[in-house]
């Protein structure tokens, strides 16, 4: 059983910084592809940034320049680190694995697709 869990959400104000982490309950010994994704209620879910295996990265443009993905495979943690934070990131973020590398991490990111395990979510609120 694989068990995601997120912390590190809250309340900022615009232009402040958080640091949301997803602790992950196994580690995957045949590559990984790892992604943050955001959804407003009652709005498609968006995929935010994501992280395989190679070390190879891909982000929305919304959040390019502002956001990073990183993964610490010694602690089974994957972290956003997110600054420059705009009201409009206010939303809920979602991290989600998959124990294989992805055929295209932009796909898969974009799409939101080929992801077997995801988290509970953790808020995040920007105020302007």
């Known amino acids: 059983q694989v068990e995601l869990v997120e912390s590190g959400g809250g309340s900022v104000q615009a232009g402040g910084s958080l640091r949301l982490s997803c602790t992950i309950s196994?580690?995957?010994?045949?590559?990984?592809?790892m992604g943050w994704f955001r959804q407003s209620p009652g709005k498609e879910r968006e995929g935010v940034a994501g992280?395989?295996?190679?070390?190879?990265?891909s982000y929305a443009d919304s959040v390019k320049g502002r956001f990073s993905i990183s993964v610490d495979n010694a602690k089974n943690t994957l972290y956003l680190h997110m600054n420059s934070l705009k009201p409009e990131d206010t939303v809920m973020y979602y991290c989600?694995?998959?124990?294989?590398?992805?055929?295209?991490?932009?796909?898969?990111?974009?799409?939101?697709?080929?992801?077997?395990?995801w988290g509970q979510g953790t808020q995040v609120s920007v105020a302007s």
């Open positions: 992280i395989d295996s190679s070390g190879e990265t």
């Open positions: 989600a694995v998959e124990g294989l590398p992805p055929a295209s991490l932009v796909v898969a990111v974009t799409g939101a697709n080929g992801f077997g395990y």
């Open positions: 196994v580690q995957f010994t045949a590559g990984y592809c």
